[in-house]
């Protein structure tokens, strides 16, 4: 297809702040298309974005439309769905988003769709199983954004720790995008050098316990968390769209669980190129299948058609 057009579906604070992200940038990204089930909040976000494009970096082509404009797009990024209340798990949301999202993906798919999903709505991993499901597509074409941005901020508490730049950290969260993720701390390094050598035991429990947890602060001082991972799904996209190759942490499927979760893979033009073995620890193995076991709770949890 290769018309690098995306469509972003759900424009409040997250679909909008993916829009505002890629076209601060140069992006791969020629033309985005905005949707929302409140077809005039899509129309104003895409007129306030067009204002912008005078004084932008690069030339983005900025619409609001219907989900038939999801035919020639090569990826649809989903983001509508319940927001998460302060105190609230993401799990908590899974009833509520999923019947908006089997419609969603149905009317998508109706459309002649043939590119990839990028889930972002939480519970992340448990509805980008279900967008695999609803959608027919292949696996590898069906992405969650993951642990991509517990990842970032990982590498950014690490950071601070050791005074160094967080784009020199090397370190993933892994497991479900939620209370059960965990940090590979086997695999965290800073110029080659190991964290957990770096850092004593209580600094990394207290960062890994952070990281799990910010978004529950964030939520709670000022009612949702975007930029963040408006951030991280515009890093995605351009990863796809450029065929970058990069190596992400985040949500494919495994089929040996049959869960998605996030996990460092290489992410192409195709969507998923493979899921990185990387050595676990004893404890990092189990509590990774400790992640698997609540995800795949959670799948069983619901009782809807596919």
Same mark, same amino acid.
């Given at each position: ?55 932008? &970096? ?64 939480? &519970? ?84 890994? *316990? ?32 450029? *065929? ?63």
């Amino acid at each position: 297809m290769d018309n690098n057009k995306i469509m972003i579906v759900g424009t409040g604070n997250v679909g909008a702040s993916i829009a505002f992200a890629l076209m601060n940038q140069r992006t791969a990204v020629n033309e985005i298309v905005l949707t929302d089930i409140i077809a005039k909040d899509a129309e104003g976000e895409a007129m306030d974005l067009r204002d912008a494009l005078a004084v932008a &970096p690069s030339y983005v082509k900025i619409s609001n439309g219907t989900y038939k404009d999801a035919k020639d797009c090569d990826v649809v990024v989903i983001t509508a769905g319940a927001p998460q209340k302060p105190g609230e798990t993401r799990m908590n949301l899974l009833k509520r988003n999923l019947n908006v999202l089997k419609g969603m993906v149905e009317q998508i798919m109706d459309s002649g769709f043939n590119g990839i999903f990028l889930v972002v709505t939480n &519970p992340l991993d448990v509805l980008t199983y279900y967008a695999m499901k609803f959608s027919g597509l292949p696996a590898e074409k069906v992405i969650g954004s993951g642990t991509v941005l517990d990842s970032a901020r990982l590498r950014q508490r690490i950071a601070s720790f050791l005074n160094v730049n967080s784009k020199s950290v090397h370190a993933y969260q892994v497991g479900e995008h939620g209370d059960t993720e965990l940090t590979l701390w086997s695999a965290a390094d800073v110029g080659g050098q190991k964290v957990s050598e770096l850092l004593p035991k209580d600094t990394l429990a207290g960062i890994s *316990d952070f990281v799990k947890n910010e978004a529950y602060d964030i939520i709670e001082k000022k009612g949702a968390t975007y930029y963040g991972i408006a951030a991280c799904v515009a890093s995605i996209l351009n990863c796809i769209l450029n *065929d970058e190759m990069r190596v992400l942490p985040v949500s494919t499927y495994d089929s040996y669980s049959d869960t998605y979760y996030g996990f460092p893979s290489v992410v192409g033009r195709a969507g998923i190129i493979r899921r990185l073995e990387l050595p676990l620890s004893e404890e990092e193995g189990v509590e990774l299948q400790k992640s698997i076991n609540a995800l795949q709770k959670a799948i069983k949890s619901v009782k809807i058609k596919v």
